[in-house]
């Protein structure tokens, strides 16, 4: 600091009163600046949340202390205020990338993926939805203007069993467990199934080959929903599709209202749609408009015949192989196997494990919540 003055002079009353004006004016500046530039340190650490805001805290006020006692003496240089500021700054970005390395660290070591640590960062400061895909992220903006989520995520949680339970307050939504079943899982014990408490169940009708485009009729079908419906399980049914045209899609909506016309199916007709990652595949240069044409064709036929159509899909299907604009009036089946909801909007049913464990099944079966009220038609 600079020591020119003498300890043995006394100034002028009128030069005491201009310095104190000049250093009061100055560390109400410098003192702006502190406050701006907490403002800034909590915008770009936000994820760190209060740790970080406390330690920039405590570094400003440290600041702050030395800028009284340089007040005290009657006079500090801008270098000096500077200075102190550029440190205060130093400090909090050098504790913050420490906590976020640190933060990194703990999650890798715990075996979490890198998705989910971007999903989880992102969630934080971002209104984005992430979704991988051939080894690239694609960052979607939340859409205000689409029918939200019926429940929050904090309402979807696994109990003891891994089931899923909706622990909200909204008798509209049921939270029924259910399942949804193909020839994979075999011969399957129904009456053991509903004892175990499932609900409902989602058949496979069957699908179309992804090389040839060959209809292929579920072997077990017939078994399965016979079996459910005996058991008093409210059914729905699924077919995968492979469509590469409306008219396909058309095809694939009249043979599932065949097979179903002898039984009672109170829930929704599925069109399943999933990305294929062989580029042999019959789908797979489609674009979003022509994948979007072909939902429609299947769902708006289904809905001609009197049943409730509904689309199944997981992150990518519903967020890049589809213009989700245009399919807003479906009902959404939604695929996504974790412990928390990431899906922002509404939805009806959420698959979220393909590896649950139910009486009567052998091996491993899909399980579903309901997230609406299942006696609704």
């Avoid at 004006?21 to 109400?28: Q, S």
């Amino acid at each position: 600091m600079n020591s020119e003055r003498s300890r043995g002079a006394r100034p002028e009353q009128a030069q005491a009163r201009r310095g104190a004006r000049r250093a009061g004016g100055l560390i109400a500046i410098i003192f702006l600046s502190l406050i701006s530039m907490v403002a800034l340190t909590f915008c770009v650490f936000l994820l760190l949340r209060i740790e970080v805001l406390q330690d920039d805290e405590r570094h400003l006020k440290e600041s702050v202390e030395r800028l009284n006692a340089i007040e005290e003496e009657g006079y500090v240089t801008e270098a000096e205020a500077l200075s102190l500021i550029e440190e205060a700054r130093s400090k909090s970005e050098q504790e913050a990338t420490g906590k976020i390395l640190d933060w990194i660290r703990t999650q890798l070591t715990e075996g979490s993926t890198s998705i989910w640590m971007l999903r989880n960062l992102y969630s934080t400061f971002s209104r984005e939805v992430i979704v991988a895909s051939n080894g690239t992220f694609y960052f979607f903006d939340l859409n205000d203007e689409y029918h939200q989520a019926l429940v929050s995520p904090a309402e979807l949680k696994p109990a003891s069993d891994g089931r899923m339970r909706y622990l909200g307050a909204d008798p509209a939504i049921s939270g029924a467990f259910g399942i949804d079943v193909s020839r994979f899982q075999g011969k399957i014990d129904w009456k053991k199934v509903a004892a175990d408490g499932v609900k409902f169940a989602f058949i496979r009708v069957g699908a179309r080959g992804s090389s040839e485009g060959k209809f292929i009729e579920d072997a077990q079908f017939e078994a399965n929903i016979e079996g459910a419906l005996k058991e008093g399980i409210q059914v729905g049914v699924y077919f995968y599709t492979q469509a590469i045209s409306e008219e396909e899609a058309v095809e694939e909506a009249e043979f599932v209202l065949k097979a179903i016309e002898p039984y009672e199916v109170a829930l929704p007709v599925v069109f399943d749609i999933e990305p294929t990652d062989s580029p042999e595949a019959r789908t797979s240069k489609l674009t979003a408009k022509e994948n979007t044409d072909i939902v429609l064709a299947f769902c708006n036929r289904v809905s001609e015949a009197g049943y409730q159509p509904m689309l199944y899909g997981g992150l990518r299907s519903l967020f890049i192989m589809l213009e989700m604009d245009r399919l807003e009036h479906l009902k959404k089946w939604f695929a996504f196997y974790d412990n928390t909801q990431y899906y922002p909007y509404e939805y009806s049913y959420w698959q979220y494990s393909d590896s649950g464990r139910v009486d009567g099944i052998e091996g491993d079966v899909d399980l579903n919540i309901c997230i609406e009220d299942l006696a609704r038609p």
